[in-house]
């Protein structure tokens, strides 16, 4: 008895009512004649024409066996949760999946998934966007995949996570064959776990490509960004070499140099940021403007500090300028604290060391603060989102960074 999760418990099957049988389009008269069945396949209203065509080319076998197993599958599908549009997509696109026994394959692969706690629409979702499950992966097979993945990711809630949020298609993956020699490969490079199972769960594509690739990349980003193996970095460099290709890599090379960084500034900065590699000219042009052309630091201090780099100019940066504009201009600060430890500062604390203190004093200092950042906030600019793209926050990686 196939014990349901969450939306329904399988009763009985109930065979579906044959339709008449009417001159196929995609079959032969003949054919028909010899295997009823095909008539009925190929009028179903759950088959598109190719789908039953296909299944018509199968060879003969029982015709009520056939017609039977077509009807317990498409009943088992709707008893489980799907809809006739959902059925109709997987039949349509696995019409094989017809002849299947439902006893004997298709409730013991559902079982393994509930029981693994994939249930309910999360169940409805995962053999919709990907019904070759059902089909093309042995239940073993699909139980033996499930626990290598909770054994790489640690638990059986991060290993469905990584199935149902991120990746469907990782159980019909060569999981053995690419994430298996991977996870070691990285493991070798001094990458540590909870890095891996992080990597996994937001990007699971790069861990299941072809391990040559993944061999070659670790060695570019010691060769090409100067990372070392043992450097908190090189985990985010080998994200952002896989994220660019050769040949981009090297325009953005390029592009800083326009703006007359030198070969040894680019490095530098890819060590200790290497994100800053993904960002756009304009960005990069907003940033030399306000920290170099306005404020006067040299693009030394830039390549050692690449973070302020990252911010957005219009709701970070200069909001919190203003505020120290003001506070300088008062004579309310009794230490004039550097450019980094300003921007870089998260905004509570920045709140508390800032803005708060001097609310008697400046009670609308507040106000401003609060309404630059919501005015800025709507101004249209570019979302630098590497960091969550790499699943490392800016204060992480400012202290892997030291």
């Known amino acids: 008895m196939l014990n349901l999760c969450s939306n329904g418990v399988r009763g009985s099957t109930l065979l579906l009512r ?23 396949l190929v009028n179903n209203p759950a088959l598109s024409r190719g789908a039953a065509s296909t299944l018509t080319k199968v060879p003969v076998c029982r015709s009520a066996e056939k017609k039977n197993n077509s009807n317990s599958t498409i009943d088992f599908l709707k008893e489980i949760g799907f809809d006739d549009s959902q059925v109709k997509m997987i039949v349509n696109s696995h ?10 394959t298709l409730i013991p692969k559902i079982s393994v998934l509930q029981d693994f706690g994939i249930c309910g629409s999360e169940l409805i979702s995962l053999i919709a966007s990907t019904p070759s499950l059902l089909k093309n992966v042995s239940t073993k ?13 640690g638990s059986v809630e991060n290993a469905r996570n990584a199935i149902v949020k991120k990746a469907s298609w990782l ?20 990458i540590p ?14 861990l299941c490509s072809k391990p040559e690739w993944v061999q070659e990349t670790l060695v570019r980003v010691e060769q090409v960004l100067g990372i ?63 920290f170099v052309n306005k404020l006067g630091y040299e693009i030394g201090y830039l390549a050692a500090h690449p973070s302020l780099l990252t911010y957005s100019m219009e709701e970070h940066i200069l909001p919190r300028y203003a505020v120290m504009q003001v506070l300088q201009e008062k004579k309310l600060m009794k230490r004039n604290p550097s450019i980094l430890s300003v921007m870089t500062v998260s905004e509570s604390r920045f709140l508390d060391a800032y803005v708060l203190p001097f609310k008697d004093n400046l009670p609308e200092l507040y106000e401003a603060y609060a309404r630059k950042k919501s005015v800025d906030s709507s101004v249209q600019k570019e979302s630098f989102q590497s960091d969550e793209f790499i699943g490392i926050s800016k204060q992480e990686h400012l202290h892997l960074a030291e």
């Open 18 to 40: 044959p339709r008449a049988v009417v001159r196929p389009h995609s079959a032969s008269t003949a054919s028909i004649a010899s295997d009823p069945s095909k008539g009925y």
């Open 95 to 104: 019409p094989k999946l017809l002849r299947s026994n439902v006893e004997k």
């Open 141 to 153: 097979t699909l139980l033996a995949k499930l626990h290598f993945l909770k054994s790489i990711l």
């Open 171 to 190: 159980l019909s993956a060569s999981l053995t064959h690419t994430l298996q020699p991977n996870f070691e490969l990285l493991k070798s490079y001094g």
């Open 193 to 206: 776990d909870d890095r891996l199972q992080k990597l996994l769960l937001r990007n699971p594509k790069y």
């Open 228 to 290: 070392p193996r043992d450097s908190g970095m090189f985990i985010v460099g080998f994200l952002v070499i896989l994220s660019v290709s050769k040949k981009n890599l090297k325009l953005k090379f390029e592009m800083f140099k326009r703006y007359a960084w030198s070969e040894s500034d680019v490095l530098e900065m890819a060590k200790r940021y290497p994100q800053c590699l993904l960002i756009s000219e304009a960005k990069l042009k907003t940033g030399m403007d306000f």
